[in-house]
C-alpha cells in the first residue's frame, strides 16, 4: 500500500491475534452445549433462541465489512442520499418480519428456504431457486473473504492474503465446532461492540465539531450533497431497498435464524434488528459528512471512516475501526458459513443424494460443507478481483426475481408454480442485462419488476389451490412424493 497505515502493524497483529483466539475459545465452549448431539441442536440451537440473541445475530449478520465502509463512501460521495439510501437495506428486514412469522408457522420444523420452494412450487423452481442463491451465496462470501485481506491492508499493513485467511479461517473453525450456538453467541458480542463503537465515534464527530458548524461547511463545500433531488441518490436509494429485499428474503441466514428461534420472538427480532440495523449506515454517513465539511484529506474514498476516527481519536480512534471491522467481516462470515452449509446438508446431500440419510450422516454432512465452503471462500477471494459492493450490485440482478415468488408464495393459494419459475428466470435475466447495459444501480429494480408482473399476471391467468397443511406435514413426505407434484384440495 502506499499510504501509511492507520494502525501500527504490531498492535493489529496483536488484536488479531487476540480476538481470533476468543471467537476460537467460544465457538469451542457453545459447541460443548450442544448436548443433545443431534443434527438439529447443531444447526437450530434447539429451536429456542431467545428475543435478544435472535435480535443480535439477525442485526450482526447484516452489518458487513460493506456497511462500515461502503455506507460512508455512499454518504461522502452521495450525500444525504447515500446514507439514507444504504439506509433503506434495513428494508429488507423490517419487510420480512410479517412473512417471518408466517414461515415459522407454516413450516414449524423446516430446515432451509430451499424446503418451502422445493414444496410449494416442485422441483423445476427449485432447481433454479437454489441455482440463484449459491450464485448470490459465492459472491457475499467472496465480498467478505476480499473484504478481510483488503480492509485489513489498508488499516494495518498486515498482508492482503494473510489477513483474509486469518478471518476466513478462524471464522470457519469457531461455526465448524460450534454450530448455531457458536455462531449466534459471537454475533451477540460482535453486534454489541459495532454498536457502542459507532455511537461513540459519530458523537465525538458531531461534538467536536459541531452540527451547525458542518451543515453550513456542507452550503458552502458541496450543496449538492443536501440535494434530496439528486438522481443519483434517487435512484441509488431505490435500488437498495429492494435488493436488499432479495438478498432477505431468498437468503437462508435469515430463514435458518427463523427456524432457531421461538414463534413468540420471530416478528420483534426482526423488527428490532432491522431498526437497530439503519441506525448504522445513518451514524456512518453521518460522519463521512464531517470529512466532507471539514476538507479533510481522503486519497481513498472507503476509507472515510477510518479517516474521521483516527482524526478524532488518533491510534485510539484506529484500534476502534480495527475492531469494527473486524467484528463486522466475523459475524457475516460465520452466519454464510452456516447457513450455506445447512442449505447444501438439505437440499443437496439428504434430497438429492442420499434420501436415506440418518441424522448423523446429515450432522456430518453439515459439518463437511462447512469446512469446503470455507475453503472455497479462500480459493476464490485468493486475488482481488472486483469492488465489493459492485459483487454485490451484480448477484442482486439475480435475488430481485425471488422477491414475489416467494411472497405470492407464502399468503396466496392461487400463486402458480409455473408462474413462479418463469419469474425468477426473466427477472434474473433482465436484471443482469440492466447491470450490464445500462447501469449496477438499475439491475435489482429491473429485476424485481419484471418478476413481479412475470408472477402476478401467470397467478391471475392460472390460478392454483394449494393445499397450506402440506408444508406443516413436509417432515413426512419422501422425496418422490414431492417430485410427483404437491396435492391441492
Same mark, same amino acid.
Given at each position: 500500500?502506499?499510504?501509511?497505515?492507520?494502525?501500527?502493524?504490531?498492535?493489529?497483529?496483536?488484536?488479531?491475534?487476540?480476538?481470533?483466539?476468543?471467537?476460537?475459545?467460544?465457538?469451542?465452549?457453545?459447541?460443548?452445549?450442544?448436548? /443433545?448431539?443431534?443434527?438439529?441442536?447443531?444447526?437450530?440451537?434447539?429451536?429456542?433462541?431467545?428475543?435478544? !440473541?435472535?435480535?443480535?445475530?439477525?442485526?450482526?449478520?447484516?452489518?458487513?465489512?460493506?456497511t462500515?465502509?461502503?455506507?460512508?463512501?455512499?454518504?461522502?460521495?452521495?450525500?444525504?442520499?447515500?446514507?439514507?439510501?444504504?439506509?433503506?437495506?434495513?428494508?429488507? @428486514?423490517l419487510?420480512?418480519?410479517? !412473512?417471518?412469522?408466517?414461515?415459522?408457522?407454516?413450516?414449524?420444523?423446516?430446515?432451509? $428456504?430451499?424446503?418451502?420452494?422445493?414444496?410449494?412450487?416442485?422441483?423445476?423452481?427449485w432447481?433454479?431457486?437454489?441455482?440463484?442463491?449459491?450464485?448470490?451465496?459465492?459472491?457475499?462470501?467472496i465480498?467478505?473473504?476480499?473484504?478481510?485481506?483488503?480492509?485489513?491492508?489498508?488499516?494495518?499493513g498486515?498482508?492482503? /492474503?494473510?489477513?483474509?485467511?486469518?478471518?476466513?479461517?478462524?471464522?470457519?473453525?469457531?461455526?465448524?465446532?460450534?454450530?448455531?450456538?457458536?455462531?449466534?453467541?459471537?454475533?451477540?458480542i460482535?453486534?454489541?461492540?459495532?454498536?457502542?463503537?459507532?455511537?461513540?465515534?459519530?458523537?465525538?464527530?458531531?461534538?467536536?465539531?459541531?452540527?451547525?458548524?458542518?451543515?453550513? $461547511? @456542507?452550503?458552502?463545500?458541496?450543496?449538492?450533497?443536501?440535494?434530496?433531488? @439528486?438522481?443519483?441518490?434517487?435512484?441509488?436509494?431505490?435500488?437498495?431497498?429492494?435488493?436488499?429485499?432479495?438478498?432477505i428474503?431468498?437468503?437462508?441466514?435469515?430463514? $435458518?435464524?427463523?427456524?432457531?428461534?421461538?414463534?413468540?420472538?420471530?416478528?420483534?427480532?426482526?423488527?428490532?434488528?432491522?431498526?437497530?440495523?439503519?441506525?448504522?449506515?445513518?451514524?456512518?454517513?453521518?460522519?463521512?459528512?464531517?470529512?466532507?465539511?471539514?476538507?479533510?484529506?481522503?486519497?481513498?474514498?472507503?476509507?472515510?471512516?477510518?479517516?474521521?476516527?483516527?482524526?478524532?481519536?488518533?491510534?485510539?480512534g484506529?484500534?476502534?475501526?480495527?475492531?469494527?471491522?473486524?467484528? $463486522?467481516?466475523?459475524?457475516?462470515?460465520? &452466519?454464510?458459513?452456516?447457513?450455506?452449509?445447512?442449505?447444501?446438508?438439505?437440499?443437496?446431500?439428504?434430497?438429492?443424494?442420499?434420501?436415506?440419510?440418518?441424522?448423523?450422516?446429515?450432522?456430518?454432512?453439515?459439518?463437511?460443507?462447512?469446512?469446503?465452503?470455507?475453503?472455497?471462500?479462500?480459493?476464490?477471494?485468493?486475488?482481488?478481483?472486483?469492488?465489493m459492493?459492485?459483487?454485490? @450490485? !451484480?448477484?442482486?440482478?439475480?435475488?430481485?426475481?425471488?422477491?414475489?415468488?416467494?411472497a405470492?408464495?407464502?399468503?396466496?393459494?392461487?400463486?402458480?408454480?409455473?408462474?413462479?419459475?418463469?419469474?425468477?428466470?426473466?427477472?434474473?435475466?433482465?436484471?443482469?442485462?440492466?447491470?450490464?447495459?445500462?447501469?449496477?444501480?438499475?439491475?435489482?429494480?429491473?429485476?424485481?419488476?419484471?418478476?413481479?408482473?412475470?408472477?402476478?399476471?401467470?397467478?391471475?391467468?392460472?390460478?392454483e389451490?394449494?393445499?397450506?397443511?402440506?408444508?406443516a406435514?413436509?417432515?413426512?413426505?419422501?422425496?418422490? &412424493?414431492?417430485?410427483?407434484?404437491?396435492?391441492?384440495?
Amino acid at each position: 500500500m502506499g499510504e501509511q497505515p492507520f494502525l501500527n502493524p504490531s498492535l493489529a497483529w496483536g488484536l488479531l491475534a487476540a480476538f481470533s483466539l476468543l471467537w476460537v475459545v467460544l465457538g469451542f465452549w457453545w459447541g460443548r452445549k450442544n448436548t /443433545t448431539g443431534t443434527s438439529d441442536e447443531y444447526m437450530f440451537a434447539g429451536r429456542n433462541i431467545g428475543l435478544a !440473541l435472535t435480535t443480535a445475530t439477525l442485526m450482526a449478520s447484516w452489518v458487513t465489512g460493506n456497511t462500515t465502509l461502503s455506507a460512508p463512501e455512499m454518504g461522502y460521495n452521495l450525500g444525504l442520499w447515500g446514507m439514507i439510501g444504504y439506509a433503506l437495506a434495513g428494508l429488507g @428486514l423490517l419487510f420480512f418480519a410479517p !412473512l417471518a412469522i408466517r414461515i415459522k408457522r407454516l413450516l414449524p420444523a423446516g430446515h432451509t $428456504s430451499g424446503d418451502f420452494v422445493r414444496l410449494r412450487y416442485g422441483r423445476a423452481t427449485w432447481y433454479l431457486f437454489l441455482l440463484i442463491t449459491m450464485v448470490y451465496t459465492l459472491g457475499f462470501l467472496i465480498t467478505q473473504g476480499m473484504g478481510a485481506g483488503l480492509l485489513l491492508e489498508a488499516l494495518s499493513g498486515i498482508n492482503y /492474503t494473510v489477513g483474509m485467511l486469518t478471518v476466513i479461517s478462524v471464522s470457519t473453525i469457531y461455526t465448524l465446532f460450534g454450530g448455531m450456538r457458536a455462531v449466534v453467541g459471537t454475533d451477540f458480542i460482535q453486534s454489541m461492540l459495532i454498536m457502542a463503537i459507532l455511537v461513540v465515534v459519530a458523537f465525538l464527530a458531531y461534538t467536536t465539531y459541531g452540527t451547525a458548524e458542518i451543515y453550513d $461547511s @456542507l452550503t458552502v463545500a458541496a450543496p449538492d450533497r443536501l440535494n434530496f433531488l @439528486l438522481p443519483a441518490g434517487l435512484l441509488f436509494a431505490w435500488n437498495t431497498g429492494l435488493f436488499s429485499m432479495g438478498e432477505i428474503f431468498q437468503g437462508n441466514i435469515w430463514w $435458518s435464524r427463523i427456524f432457531a428461534s421461538r414463534e413468540s420472538v420471530v416478528f420483534k427480532s426482526f423488527i428490532f434488528s432491522g431498526i437497530a440495523w439503519i441506525t448504522v449506515p445513518i451514524v456512518t454517513g453521518a460522519i463521512a459528512l464531517v470529512a466532507l465539511a471539514q476538507d479533510f484529506d481522503v486519497p481513498q474514498v472507503n476509507m472515510v471512516f477510518p479517516i474521521v476516527a483516527a482524526r478524532l481519536l488518533g491510534s485510539g480512534g484506529a484500534v476502534l475501526v480495527f475492531v469494527i471491522i473486524l467484528s $463486522s467481516l466475523a459475524s457475516t462470515l460465520d &452466519s454464510l458459513l452456516a447457513a450455506t452449509a445447512d442449505l447444501l446438508a438439505e437440499d443437496v446431500y439428504r434430497q438429492m443424494i442420499n434420501p436415506q440419510a440418518t441424522d448423523q450422516q446429515l450432522q456430518q454432512a453439515t459439518r463437511l460443507f462447512v469446512v469446503v465452503l470455507g475453503l472455497a471462500t479462500i480459493a476464490l477471494s485468493w486475488n482481488y478481483v472486483t469492488t465489493m459492493y459492485g459483487m454485490l @450490485l !451484480l448477484t442482486g440482478a439475480l435475488v430481485g426475481s425471488t422477491i414475489w415468488p416467494i411472497a405470492y408464495g407464502l399468503y396466496w393459494k392461487s400463486a402458480n408454480r409455473q408462474g413462479a419459475f418463469w419469474a425468477m428466470l426473466s427477472g434474473s435475466v433482465v436484471g443482469l442485462t440492466a447491470y450490464f447495459a445500462i447501469a449496477p444501480y438499475c439491475a435489482a429494480l429491473l429485476s424485481a419488476t419484471v418478476s413481479a408482473v412475470v408472477m402476478g399476471v401467470w397467478t391471475h391467468l392460472k390460478p392454483e389451490n394449494f393445499n397450506w397443511r402440506t408444508l406443516a406435514e413436509s417432515e413426512s413426505l419422501t422425496p418422490e &412424493s414431492v417430485h410427483a407434484g404437491v396435492p391441492s384440495v
